[in-house]
C-alpha cells in the first residue's frame, strides 16, 4: 500500500507560481510511473503531467512551457513547479502513482491540493 500526501497549494496572483509536492510512503517509489491530475468545480479530472520511473516527462497541451514536473527518488518526492499561472488553472491537483508488473498493476491517488489562481 502506498499513501501519497500532497501539499503546498494555495492562492496564488495570475503570472505568478506556486509548487506542489507530493510525498509517497513505502519503499518502491523509484518504480512507480508518477503523475499529477487537476480537477476543476465541474468539470472532469484531467492529466497534467506525468514522469516515468526513467525520468521521461509528458504534459497537457494547456501546460507545456509553463509547467515542470520532477521527482526526487531518494526523498520519494514528486514536484510540480507552475510558473505563470492562469485563472483557468484554478484546480484541486492530484497526485498519482501507477505501477505495473507482470498481471499486476498498482494505482494510488493522493487527497488532493486546492490551487487558485486570481485575476
Known amino acids: 500500500q502506498v499513501q501519497l500526501v500532497e501539499s503546498g497549494g494555495g492562492l496564488v496572483q495570475a503570472g505568478g507560481s506556486l509548487r506542489v509536492s507530493c510525498v509517497a510512503s513505502?519503499?518502491?517509489?523509484?518504480?512507480?510511473?508518477m503523475g499529477w491530475y487537476r480537477q476543476a468545480p465541474g468539470k472532469q479530472r484531467e492529466l497534467v503531467a506525468t514522469?516515468?520511473?526513467?525520468?521521461?516527462?509528458n504534459y497537457a497541451d494547456s501546460v507545456k512551457g509553463r509547467f515542470t514536473i520532477s521527482r526526487d527518488n531518494a526523498k520519494n518526492t514528486v514536484y510540480l513547479q507552475m510558473n505563470t499561472l492562469k485563472p483557468e488553472d484554478t484546480a484541486v491537483y492530484y497526485c498519482?502513482?501507477?505501477?505495473?508488473?507482470?498481471?499486476?498493476?498498482?494505482?494510488?491517488w493522493g487527497q488532493g491540493t486546492q490551487v487558485t489562481v486570481s485575476s
Open positions: 498519482n502513482a501507477q505501477w505495473e508488473i507482470g498481471a499486476s498493476s498498482y494505482d494510488y
Open positions: 513505502g519503499t518502491f517509489f523509484n518504480r512507480f510511473d
Open positions: 514522469i516515468t520511473r526513467s525520468g521521461r516527462s
